[in-house]
């Protein structure tokens, strides 16, 4: 079935619902059944983000759910992301480039002119395959929003789209957000409405039957499915709301990690894989009392580098740091925390502050300077300062990918042999004489198991301890588990009919 494609649209009574992980499922199972199926998403708002193959930067919630679908991610799938850099402000990126920052009144006004591009990316992925999988923002229920929104229940109609909606039960009150949120749909929005999801059930589905009855009664509208409240699985997660809660490991963990809690901490799932290795702890730090005696320490991205740093000053985490590092304590910082690492930061042209020179914390001998050109690119090479936190990651192999604005010169620790498919010949990062300050550009680096334990099996050795064997965390099949988990738990059948899929 080429052409127009079918659109199944996942929406919800709220964020953090779980629209993200459902649309991630149908991605998957709609795979698995045979559909070529893309996921979409018209606007996203995320510090959480990707350059996908051709250069363009997405958010990372649509980068998952093209993993499921086993397909490319490509800047049709998220049109329209925003970067917040204030509470009041972010970073418009259109079709994968940085196209202004605005405050949200400049974008509603802006986004007349971006409705086009929306209904232009969701054409083309309509095109190319049977199934679109699109994902909502928020609530299509937000009426103070609704004569500017373009990305629920506008995109919902210009393509016709069977709407699941979502509601979480965690938070308390799943049957009058559902019900309300359909009370305050248009009379033309409602009838796309075709099953509901209740997501997040702890304990016996048996105890909502007579809720669920009566919901459908009221409403007409099925409820397809309740969907267990679920950590076994292992997913990226769309935000950063629930990077606190951590692993649980049996016993005290053989090595504690330190990740600076930055306001505007971006692309948070570089630490997904550490927080998945058996014995490692990964504890993010917001104040100096608690920043205790970690192992490594770790200075993220962040969105706004210069006001990052100065949340670093205000807390006392800049000397605190710069403590631990005089006593032995290695850090890594990545993108943001590698501008920081270095002597200056220099904003001529007020591309991120209106400081024109910035001190960082001095740990590395280089210097960043911001212009208006943003580094969207994966990349691939090796590890080439072989010495002290690396010692034993001479020549591996990393791939990852770039997503910054700014240059800063060093030495380098990784040679690049590609950029976006591209052949290069270049250097990435700094480090110091003893191999226990690096900073790299390069996000995704955790990701690369033999680098994350060459780095992990150097802190072992320093502290003397042994660091348990662990296993990749093979993505695949954990949506393999994802799909499954979904199928035992929604009536899949009703789902086809009411989607259009299966008569």
Same mark, same amino acid.
């Given at each position: 079935?080429?052409?127009?494609? &079918?659109?199944?649209?996942?929406?919800? /009574?709220?964020?953090?619902?779980?629209?993200?992980?459902?649309? /991630?499922?149908?991605? %998957? @199972?709609?795979?698995?059944?045979?559909?070529?199926? !893309?996921?979409?998403?018209? #606007?996203?708002?995320?510090?959480?983000?990707?350059?996908?193959?051709?250069?363009? $930067?997405?958010?990372?919630a649509q980068v998952v759910q093209a993993e499921a679908a086993r397909v490319t991610p490509t800047v049709d799938m998220n049109p329209v992301l925003l970067k917040p850099v204030t509470d009041h402000r972010s970073q418009v990126v259109v079709l994968g $480039?940085?196209?202004? !920052?605005?405050?949200? +009144? $400049?974008?509603?006004?802006?986004?007349?002119?971006?409705?086009?591009?929306?209904?232009?990316?969701?054409?083309?992925? %309509?095109?190319e395959y049977d199934v679109v999988v699109v994902e909502g923002a928020g609530s299509p +229920?937000? @009426?103070?929003?609704?004569?500017?929104?373009?990305?629920?229940?506008?995109?919902?109609?210009?393509?016709?789209?069977?709407?699941i909606l979502v509601g979480d039960i965690e938070r308390g009150g799943v049957f009058a957000s559902l019900m309300g949120t359909m009370a305050l749909l248009d009379d033309d929005e409602a009838p796309l409405v075709k099953g509901f999801l209740i997501n997040k059930f702890r304990g016996d589905p048996g105890l909502l039957t007579s809720g669920l009855e009566m919901l459908s009664e009221r409403t007409g509208i099925p409820v397809l499915g309740v969907l267990p409240h679920f950590t076994h699985i292992q997913v990226p997660q769309e935000d950063s709301l629930g990077i606190d809660a951590g692993v649980e490991h049996a016993g005290t963990p053989a090595l504690d990690i330190a990740v600076m809690r930055l306001p505007h901490m971006s692309n948070f799932d570089d630490f997904d894989p550490l927080r998945a290795e058996p014995g490692v702890a990964v504890r993010y730090v917001?104040?100096? *009392?608690?920043?205790? !005696?970690?192992?490594?320490?770790?200075?993220?991205?962040?969105?706004?580098?210069? *006001?990052?740093?100065?949340?670093?000053r205000e807390r006392?985490?800049?000397?605190?740091?710069?403590? #631990? &590092?005089?006593?032995?304590?290695?850090? @890594?910082? @990545?993108?943001?925390?590698?501008?920081?690492?270095?002597? &200056?930061?220099?904003?001529? *042209?007020?591309?991120?502050?209106? #400081?024109?020179?910035v001190k960082g914390l001095g740990l590395l001998p280089v210097t960043t300077v911001f212009g208006d050109t943003k580094a969207t690119q994966q990349v691939e090479g090796s590890v080439s300062a072989a010495t002290g936190l690396l010692a034993s990651c001479e020549g591996v192999h990393i791939k990852g990918y770039e997503i910054h604005m700014g240059i800063t010169g060093g030495g380098g620790v990784f040679t690049l042999d590609y950029r976006?498919?591209?052949?290069?010949?270049? %250097?990435?990062? +700094?480090?110091?004489?003893?191999?226990?300050?690096?900073? !790299?550009y390069i996000h995704g680096l955790f990701h690369?198991?033999?680098? &994350?334990?060459?780095v992990l099996g150097q802190l072992a050795t320093w502290k003397g301890v042994e660091l348990p064997a662990g296993d990749e965390v093979d993505l695949d099949a954990e949506y393999d588990k994802l799909a499954a988990l979904v199928r035992a738990n929604v009536d899949m059948d009703a789902f086809y009919r009411v989607a259009g899929l299966r008569e």
């Open positions: 079935m080429k052409g127009k494609a &079918r659109v199944v649209m996942v929406m919800g /009574t709220a964020s953090d619902v779980g629209k993200s992980v459902i649309a /991630t499922a149908l991605c %998957r @199972i709609l795979t698995q059944d045979g559909w070529q199926v !893309t996921p979409f998403k018209a #606007q996203n708002m995320s510090l959480n983000s990707f350059a996908v193959p051709d250069g363009g $930067e997405i958010g990372r $480039e940085p196209m202004a !920052t605005k405050s949200a +009144a $400049e974008y509603y006004e802006l986004k007349s002119t971006l409705w086009p591009v929306v209904t232009g990316a969701l054409d083309r992925l %309509r095109d +229920a937000e @009426i103070n929003l609704r004569e500017q929104e373009i990305v629920n229940m506008r995109v919902a109609k210009y393509a016709d789209a069977t709407v917001s104040d100096k *009392e608690r920043l205790g !005696t970690p192992d490594l320490m770790v200075i993220p991205g962040s969105k706004t580098t210069v *006001e990052d740093l100065a949340w670093l006392g985490l800049d000397m605190a740091i710069i403590a #631990q &590092r005089e006593r032995g304590t290695p850090v @890594i910082g @990545i993108c943001g925390g590698y501008q920081m690492l270095g002597e &200056r930061i220099l904003d001529p *042209e007020g591309v991120e502050s209106l #400081q024109d020179e976006s498919g591209a052949e290069v010949d270049e %250097r990435d990062g +700094a480090i110091d004489v003893d191999g226990k300050t690096i900073g !790299t690369n198991r033999e680098f &994350r334990r060459g």
